[in-house]
């Protein structure tokens, strides 16, 4: 079963929720695994362009021991550290695209879904950058790497003001693409919030799927607090072996 995780924005908790569905499977005892593809703003040895230039500066260096790049946190959550969870990696912080572009390189779809396909398991949760139509290159994104997986996906938005356009304008999207929606998270939840508890009483009333809800967690470095709000969810796909 493959599930490909996408944001209605960046820095919305991808990869917390990546790496919480991850321990909740492995708890389970499911052969999981998480990918993430692409990854931007880690390569080691890299170079990254100055501010005033696309060019790449020639003295300026990432050092890869500053950077915590996303797919770390599966190795947090229970996966194997020698695993290679991606496939391309660009040093400076930005879309696919520009980032792929800053080092000379070109992102292929076909590439990504290979690497998906060598390494599928039981489990395989396939974490995008940043939203759905964020470019791989000029003509692709991450929508062409969701329809061609056939996999239902998890939408993560940040439960705050904004959130119900944010998360329906990319539901609209999935809808005109056939691509079905497994479950909404609604990250960064407060239930002592009256905007966080408007947004999902609507959404509920919209949508059919699961909406999950997490709150900030503290002490759960290896996943194991935020893995329990997955419990439910995940149940029903350990049946289908």
Do not use: W
């Not at 924005?9 to 492995?26: E, H, P, Q």
């Amino acid at each position: 079963m493959k599930f490909f995780i996408t944001g209605s924005d960046t820095d919305v908790g991808k990869s917390f929720v990546t790496a919480s569905l991850l321990r909740a499977f492995l708890e389970q005892g499911a052969k999981a695994v998480a990918l993430k593809p692409v990854q931007t703003g880690y390569a080691e040895n890299s170079r990254i362009p100055d501010e005033n230039s696309r060019i790449p500066n020639e003295n300026s260096r990432i050092p890869s021991q500053s950077l915590e790049p996303d797919f770390k946190e599966y190795i947090k959550a229970g996966q194997n550290a020698d695993f290679k969870a991606t496939c391309y990696t660009f040093a400076y912080p930005a879309s696919p695209h520009f980032s792929a572009e800053l080092e000379g390189e070109k992102i292929k779809a076909r590439g990504i879904l290979d690497f998906i396909e060598q390494n599928l398991a039981q489990i395989t949760l396939i974490e995008g950058a940043g939203g759905i139509l964020v470019p791989l290159n000029e003509s692709q994104s991450f929508l062409d790497i969701a329809k061609e997986l056939n996999a239902p996906v998890i939408l993560v938005c940040k439960n705050c003001l904004g959130t119900i356009n944010h998360a329906l304008l990319n539901l609209e999207i999935l809808r005109q693409n056939s691509i079905k929606l497994a479950a909404l998270i609604l990250n960064f939840h407060d239930e002592n919030d009256a905007i966080c508890l408007s947004n999902q009483q609507f959404l509920q009333k919209k949508l059919s799927c699961p909406i999950i809800t997490l709150k900030n967690y503290k002490n759960n470095e290896n996943y194991s607090n935020s893995a329990k709000d997955f419990r439910a969810f995940i149940s029903k796909f350990l049946d289908k072996k």
